[in-house]
Structure formats: C-alpha cells, structure tokens
C-alpha cells in the first residue's frame, strides 16, 4: 500500500441525521416487539436469522443505522487527529491498556505511553504505574508550594517546572522516577532552597532565585547547567570600597548586578563599580606585572600554582630547584656547570649522542638476540662482536672449559687393560655433570691395533667399545672429550 491509497476521511458518521439506535455492549434481554435487536456483545439474534414462515423477526433498521455510525464516528474522529483520554470503565471492560497504548493528558496538551500490559492505573493519579510522558507542548507547570510536596504526573511532565509560594526554610519536592530533563526555576518568596529528589538517588538543592538545567535518569537528579543568578547568588555591594579585588569579587559584582537587577539597591551603581574595580585590577596588573594581584591564588587542581611568588610555586609543585633556572647557550660544550642553569633540548640531543659508553663505545647488546653473541657498536657504526666469558680448569691432560651462557667442554684420559678377542668397553665418567651432552670423542694413544667401534652418550657418562684387530692383546689409555651444556 502506498501513501497515495489512502482513503478519503469521513466526514460525516453514517446516519448522523437518520433514524438510529444506541447499540447496548450486551443484550438486556430483548423479547417481544423487540426480540430481534442487536448488541455489541452478542451482535442480532438468532431469531431475526430465520424466516419468518418459521418464527423469524426481521432484524431492526435502526440497529443497523446505529451500528454503522457508532463504527464512522469513531474512524472520524481518528480521522481528525483526535486522541483518546484514559477511561477507567474503558480500561476495566478491556482488562487495561495494552504495552505501547497511548492516551491524551487531561489538559489535551501532552499524551502518556503505557510501559507495561494490562495498565488499568490513572497515568495522572497519585497510584500511576507504567505511564510516561510521551510528548508536552505546554511549556510550564506552575506549582505554588507551601510545604515540602511530590508533582503530581500532569506537574512532572512538563519540560518547565517554576516554584513560588513562601515556603518556610528548605522544602523537598519529589520528582517521579523518569527519565527525563526540566528547566527548573526557584521563584519563591524567602532565602530558602528547593531540594528536588526521587527519593532513591542523588538529589540537587537549587537556591532562590536560580534557573537550572536538570536531568534524571530513572533515580537520580543531576545539573546540567546553571545561570547567572546561582553563580552570583552573593552580591558584593561594598565592591568599590575594594583595593584590587580579585576576578572572583569582580564576577560576584558584576554578576548580582545582572541578577538581581530588580533587587533593594542600585543594580546600574553596582555595575559601574565592578567595571571601575575591574579597571583598578587592570591598572595594577599593568604596573606590578603581577598577575596574582588581580586575580589572586589559582589552586594545583584548577591549573595555578597555589602561590604568589615564584619561589612558593616551585615548593607547591616539586621543584625545589633555588634560584631561577636560566637557559644556557646552544652547544652542549658551553654548560656551565651552575646548579640552576637549565639544559636545552637541543643540549640533550647533544649529550645522547656525544657520550658514549667507555671511550669509543655507545651501544651493547646482541647480534639477533642471540645471548651466545654479545656485541658492541663504534661510534662509526662498526658492530664488534665480543668473545664469550671463559674460565678454564686443569691442563692438557684433564680439566675443562666452561663458557658465561653455560656451555661446556671436558677432556681427560682414562685407561684399559689388555683386550682379549671380544671387544672391551671403557667407561668415562664426567668430571662434571651435563644437563644436556652434545657430543664425544675418543682416541687410543696405542698402536693402530685398538680402535672404536661406537660411543654411547649419557648425561654423567660416555662408553667407549674397543677391540684389537691384529689378534695380539694390547694395553692403553683412550684420550676423551665431550661438550655439551652445564
């Protein structure tokens, strides 16, 4: 369907002028003359359905006339843009509002939206559950207090809320749990603030005379922004009598002038005061290039320094250096050495590249990150490469090597008896325990009539097979060495 398909209103309900009935919700019983009326319930009877050869009645007209224009009435009214108001008969008859109905405010300027299935509470009454306001278009509610209060739903749905009466001291109004934003204003009679809350959250105190931009959200109320009148709720009428005040003094004036325009003094007076004390802190900053004597002490966590003096403003901010640092010249090589000049960035630059490690050495570390390999760099760029740590046990005959990543190296000689026909095993047992053997060898320091045929490797030791091959039994030593890692 396309918007173009839209049918014609109604302007007229059918049988507006005609002859029609009130069709009853459920029939009361017709009989007789009138046995062959319809309702809404039970729609017309059985009777008027048969002929009336057989007992039948014919339905009644009228019926029909009014049925068509109860129906048209209704698509009219719809048609006209018109809104339903919440009916609680209407409402019980149907076992409440269904989840997303909406219904017009009393006052035709706004509508409620049903949140929850089977809503048959007022949205307007103090018992309302599952309403929101779901449009407004009636600006401001105004609501006269006497003592602390709750809003009434139609109150809280306006965007702008203003308080007056004369309340005495503070006065707590609760807010519906919504979420929502108001423009709040404070216009009651007395020195008294306005606490607004939920009742379950955070709430905001607005004092007289304010103008608040407030929002909720669901439980707690919070401010969004705030005018001229909360900030300079303090006017300041003896500015003038001031020597130098500060800007805090200044806004406090110039602000209540603007606020309070209507109030017990000279609003006019008491801007031209603010405006020539503004140029008296002027004049002075100008003379004593001092700014703090204007605006006084800006706090750490605003920006300032918390002080007056440059001194006090290095202590509060952990720069106890003593005098005033100076910048010194460009090149690195023109530093002074006093304790309160400062280096420049370039001077730093300077420094990284002109102090190496030792004398001709600005970089260690590892060719590929290969800890085996240390290295060092030049100045011109070379990488040298470093011999590993050695340390170095015993002599030619048996000791060992031992490497700074771990790697080591054992040797020795060990001896054997006369070989008979069946080959003989030398057993050598490490000096040193490996945790990982990577190789040995041996050598028989005898004639070429023994040599070895295998050698098996374990973690503390290492066996040599030996046999003679000329027949003749034959007595030595094997020299070994193994390596692996410690």
Known sequence: MKITDAPAPIATPFAQSGTRNDIPDTDPGFTGDTAGRAAFATG????????????????????????????????????????????????????????????????????????????????????????????????????NLTASTALTPLQAAKANLRFTGTPTGNVTVTFPAWTKRYSIINDCAGDGAIICTTGNGESISIKNGAKYEVGCDGKNLTISTVNASQVFAEANKNISALDAPTVQQLLNALGSAAAHAASDFDAAGSAKAAADALAQSLAKIATTGNMADALGILAIEHGGTGATDAAKARDNLGLKAGATMTKSDANVTQLSGNANEAATTEQLVQLRERCPIGDSTRQL?????????????????????????????????????????????????????????????VTVTFPITFSTVLGAVGTPDTTQKVTMSRVNLRTNSVLFNMYEFDGANVGGSVVWRAWGYL
């Not at 760029?381 to 490497?403: H, K, N, P």
């Open 365 to 425: 570390g590892f060719v590929n990150g290969d800890k085996t390999r240390p290295y060092m760099l030049s100045n011109t760029g070379e990488i040298i490469e470093l011999e590993r740590r050695v340390v170095t046990y015993g002599d030619q005959y048996a000791g060992r090597r031992v490497y700074a990543d771990g790697y080591c190296e054992q040797w020795g000689r060990v001896g054997y008896g006369d070989i008979s026909p069946v080959p003989t095993t």
């Open 44 to 143: 017309f009877p059985e009777i008027t359905m048969r002929p009336i050869a057989a007992g039948g009645v014919p339905p009644f007209g009228a019926d029909f006339n009014g049925i068509l224009y109860a129906l048209s009435n209704a698509v009219r009214f719809y048609g006209a843009g018109g809104h339903y108001k919440f009916n609680a008969d209407f409402a019980s008859k149907i076992g409440g509002y269904p989840m997303g109905a909406t219904v017009q405010a009393t006052d035709n300027m706004g509508h409620w939206l049903n949140v929850v299935e089977s809503n048959s509470t007022d949205p307007e009454s103090s018992l309302s559950t599952g309403w929101l306001p779901l449009a407004d278009h009636n600006g401001t509610a105004t609501v």
